[in-house]
């Protein structure tokens, strides 16, 4: 099973500021098979980024996906307010999926 | 607009039994291949099952295997997860998915208690 290690837990930051965000994997992750989701408070987790960088549809461009191997980023380059969430890597490369545990950004 | 509503969430005791259902809308559910992921109160995402297009493959989380079974109904649009021997692991908001590897789409969730 393939274990995705996001770091950091908690990202404190302001409105306008850049995030970047991390997701190690404990083995190669087959493919660059890495997807991202944003997840707020009562709501469903939302697709913005599959096969590490391919952009879901309505996924804004100050979102970027990055990385290969083991080692994947998110960045958001200009926070917006509606960005505060948690944020969850998701690898396909073999089964079981599996996702990391996840980084809350908050506002600081 | 694409729409997955889950249903059949319940409190059940342990080793009871429970099917969830996921109407699903708004694109060509025969075309896809269909998942479903649970998340325990407070916690992270854990995928649990994923079903081929047709039905003719399906996967599973190994805590899972054996305890539940994934199936769609191609004619009916709709998902289905049938659970049995519930443990309190099991413990979860279970969401359907639009898609097999990576999940485009999201239903709003089924709450399962098991205790």
């Known amino acids: 099973e393939t274990v995705l290690m996001q770091s950091p837990g908690t990202l404190s930051l302001s409105p306008g500021e850049r995030a970047t965000l991390s997701c190690r994997a404990s083995?190669?992750?087959?493919?660059?098979?890495l997807a991202w989701y944003q997840q707020k408070p009562g709501q469903p987790p939302r697709l913005l980024f599959y096969?590490?960088?391919s952009r879901a549809t309505d996924t804004p461009d100050r979102f970027s996906g990055s990385g290969s191997g083991t080692d994947f980023t998110l960045t958001i380059t200009r926070l917006e307010p509606e960005d505060f969430a948690v944020y969850y890597c998701?690898?396909?490369?073999?089964?079981?999926?599996?996702f990391g545990q996840g980084t809350k950004v908050d506002i600081k | 607009e694409v729409q997955l509503v889950e249903s059949g969430g319940d409190s059940v005791q342990p080793g009871g039994s429970l099917r969830l259902s996921c109407a699903a809308s708004?694109?060509?559910?025969?075309?896809?291949?269909m998942s479903w992921v649970r998340q325990a109160p407070g916690k992270g995402l854990e995928w649990v099952a994923r079903?081929?297009?047709?039905?003719?493959?399906?996967y599973y989380l190994d805590s899972v295997e054996g305890r539940f079974t994934i199936s769609k109904d191609n004619a009916k649009n709709i998902l289905y997860l049938y659970m049995n021997n519930l443990r309190g692991e099991d413990t979860a908001l279970y969401y359907c998915?639009?898609?097999?590897?990576?999940?485009?789409?999201w239903g709003q969730g089924a709450q399962v208690t098991v205790s």
């Open positions: 708004g694109f060509t559910f025969r075309s896809y291949w």
């Open positions: 079903i081929k297009e047709d039905g003719s493959e399906k």
């Open positions: 096969n590490t960088f």
């Open positions: 083995q190669n992750v087959r493919g660059g098979y």
């Open positions: 998701q690898q396909y490369g073999g089964l079981p999926w599996t």
């Open positions: 998915a639009r898609g097999g590897s990576w999940f485009i789409d």
